[in-house]
């Protein structure tokens, strides 16, 4: 079956600086997505990958969707406190199905 | 506008017992996506849901799991005889019908889960 890996797991950050997660995959993906989750609400979408090799930033963020199309990052700059979160990747070959990665636990000390 | 709803937000049960969750999507959405998500774990795909083509039910991990999308809007996602193993959270999200290749299109809202613990 599809395997997507995430890392780190979780992640001790002093304020303000940067941040770096990636997935990977055991096959290839057409999409990429990154979400973020707060305690008690459903995951909210961050940055959206459709083409291999794709660099897109949103604010401080910035994602690419790696040229194999098995793998991406996620890169937070300048990080705050309201960075904190659990942040997820998610790829899909089709658009039907969704596969998420375990999860980045995000913790920004001020 | 409102978001995608469900309820209950939180439901006990005893094992054995059956269980229905109910999910309201965006107004206009006619895509909508069932997920599992154990404490601490990634989202579980379950089930998919596309204008008025069959659902993709894939995910659904054993046969005491079932969904229905009633008129298109509203989804309901069963759980029989529930199992202690079934605790999780529920969640449910939706999305315009892809009618080209557009990013905007694509982006999937959630709903806050219904969190459900069988005893």
């Known amino acids: 079956g599809q395997q997507l890996n995430q890392s780190p797991q979780s992640m001790f950050i002093q304020e303000g600086e940067d941040v770096s997660m990636n997935c990977t995959s055991s096959?290839?993906?057409?999409?990429w997505l990154w979400y973020k989750q707060d305690p008690g609400e459903g995951p909210v979408l961050l940055i959206a990958?459709?083409?291999?090799?794709e660099l897109t930033s949103n604010g401080r963020l910035t994602a690419q969707f790696g040229i194999t199309r098995k793998d991406s990052f996620l890169n937070i700059s300048a990080s705050i406190p309201s960075d904190v979160g659990i942040y997820f990747c998610?790829?899909?070959?089709?658009?039907?199905?969704?596969?998420f990665g375990s999860g980045t636990k995000l913790n920004v000390k001020p | 506008g409102a978001g995608v709803s469900q309820s209950p937000s939180n439901k006990v049960t005893e094992k054995g017992k059956d269980v229905e969750l109910r999910c309201d999507p965006i107004?206009?959405?006619?895509?909508l996506y069932w997920y599992r998500q154990s404490l601490g774990q990634g989202l579980e795909f379950l089930i998919y849901?596309?204008?008025?083509?069959?659902?993709?039910k894939s995910g659904l991990p054993s046969d005491r799991f079932s969904a229905e999308r009633t008129g298109g809007s509203v989804s309901t996602l069963t759980i029989q005889r529930t199992q202690q193993e079934d605790s999780a959270v529920y969640l449910c999200?939706?999305?315009?019908?892809?009618?080209?290749?557009?990013?905007?299109?694509?982006?999937?809202?959630f709903g806050p889960g219904t969190r459900l613990l069988v005893l």
């Open positions: 999200a939706s999305s315009f019908l892809r009618t080209s290749f557009s990013p905007i299109q694509e982006t999937q809202y």
């Open positions: 096959s290839i993906f057409n999409t």
């Open positions: 990958l459709y083409k291999a090799g």
């Open positions: 998610a790829g899909s070959y089709n658009f039907n199905k969704f596969y």
């Open positions: 107004s206009g959405h006619t895509a």
């Open positions: 849901f596309q204008g008025n083509s069959a659902p993709d």
